[in-house]
């Protein structure tokens, strides 16, 4: 009894327990439900495969930080499959990419995320933005490398040296491209990697807007930028304005060549 009540309280099912008919439960409650009779009898293990995907978006993310904290509470290990990005994120604490059958990388979420493995993983998280690239220069101290995108030349920052003519690839992802209010000063940083694009569409996602740009220096090259709501609240952009970006050199990725 105590440990049904225990349950109870973590995933608010006590409002629940008095009625007579099942049918009468909600999507989320049922699940709750389902979760509460899955860790009643103290697994060691809990198998999960797509376990929100019914739910709508509120119940599912009101559901997914239930389940969280009741894993840490009971110190539970949960096998979690999901084809969700944002959701594998909100729930792991190690993670491993498997595409075609294959497992294409593990490690934590910020590893994953932040130096995928390759390309096939990179394109799987939503990195958008992969070019093939040439390092035409390279700094031996600050490990900073010139790299050639079509006329374009980015000023990357490297992890590793790396040799001039080298071929490469790059990515850098759209939540990471800067915007630069145009009434504001310049940071001396942002002098870098400082760039004139051509707003060619937009996407309003709610909470961010997603924009295709296209560089003026090289119209064949184009980049997908995320801008928060309170930024486009404050530089507001429209369909063919001419705008700057800032790529941050340490936001690269240089993906492995295969």
Same mark, same amino acid.
């Given at each position: 009894?105590?440990?049904?009540?225990?349950?109870?309280?973590?995933?608010?099912?006590?409002?629940? %327990?008095?009625?007579?008919?099942?049918?009468?439960?909600?999507?989320?409650?049922?699940?709750?439900?389902?979760?509460?009779?899955?860790?009643?009898?103290?697994?060691?293990?809990?198998?999960?495969?797509?376990?929100?995907?019914?739910?709508?978006?509120?119940?599912?993310?009101?559901?997914?930080?239930?389940?969280?904290?009741?894993?840490?509470?009971?110190?539970?290990?949960?096998?979690?499959?999901?084809?969700?990005?944002?959701?594998?994120?909100?729930?792991?604490?190690? %993670?491993?990419? =498997?595409?075609?059958?294959?497992?294409?990388?593990?490690?934590?979420?910020?590893?994953?995320?932040?130096?995928?493995?390759?390309?096939?993983?990179?394109?799987?998280?939503? %990195?958008?933005?992969?070019?093939?690239?040439?390092?035409?220069?390279?700094?031996?101290?600050?490990?900073?490398?010139?790299?050639?995108?079509?006329?374009?030349?980015?000023?990357?920052?490297?992890?590793?040296? =790396?040799?001039?003519?080298?071929?490469?690839?790059?990515?850098?992802?759209?939540?990471?491209?800067?915007?630069?209010?145009?009434?504001?000063?310049?940071?001396?940083?942002?002098?870098?990697?400082?760039?004139?694009?051509?707003?060619?569409?937009?996407?309003?996602?709610? @909470?961010?807007? =997603?924009?295709?740009?296209?560089?003026?220096?090289?119209?064949?090259? @184009?980049?997908?930028?995320?801008? @928060?709501?309170?930024?486009?609240?404050?530089?507001?952009?429209?369909?063919?304005?001419?705008?700057?970006?800032?790529?941050?050199?340490? @936001?690269?990725?240089?993906?492995?060549?295969?």
């Amino acid at each position: 009894m105590k440990r049904l009540n225990y349950l109870t309280e973590h995933l608010e099912l006590g409002h629940i %327990m008095t009625r007579p008919d099942i049918a009468t439960l909600s999507g989320g409650e049922k699940q709750r439900v389902a979760f509460a009779r899955a860790l009643i009898t103290k697994p060691k293990v809990l198998f999960l495969d797509e376990p929100f995907s019914a739910l709508d978006a509120y119940i599912k993310r009101r559901v997914q930080f239930q389940l969280k904290r009741l894993q840490k509470a009971v110190n539970l290990t949960v096998f979690h499959v999901t084809h969700d990005q944002e959701e594998a994120f909100l729930m792991a604490e190690h %993670m491993a990419i =498997m595409i075609n059958g294959r497992i294409e990388q593990r490690g934590t979420p910020d590893e994953c995320y932040n130096v995928p493995a390759n390309e096939r993983v990179a394109n799987f998280l939503l %990195m958008q933005n992969i070019f093939n690239s040439e390092v035409i220069a390279a700094d031996s101290e600050t490990r900073v490398l010139k790299c050639k995108v079509g006329s374009v030349v980015f000023d990357v920052q490297s992890i590793r040296p =790396m040799k001039v003519g080298e071929p490469l690839k790059l990515g850098i992802r759209p939540e990471e491209i800067v915007i630069i209010a145009p009434d504001k000063p310049l940071k001396p940083s942002f002098q870098q990697n400082l760039f004139r694009v051509t707003v060619e569409s937009l996407f309003n996602l709610g @909470s961010r807007e =997603m924009v295709h740009l296209i560089f003026q220096d090289d119209e064949g090259l @184009s980049v997908d930028a995320t801008f @928060s709501y309170k930024i486009t609240k404050s530089v507001k952009v429209r369909e063919g304005d001419v705008v700057s970006i800032h790529l941050r050199p340490q @936001s690269f990725c240089i993906l492995p060549s295969e």
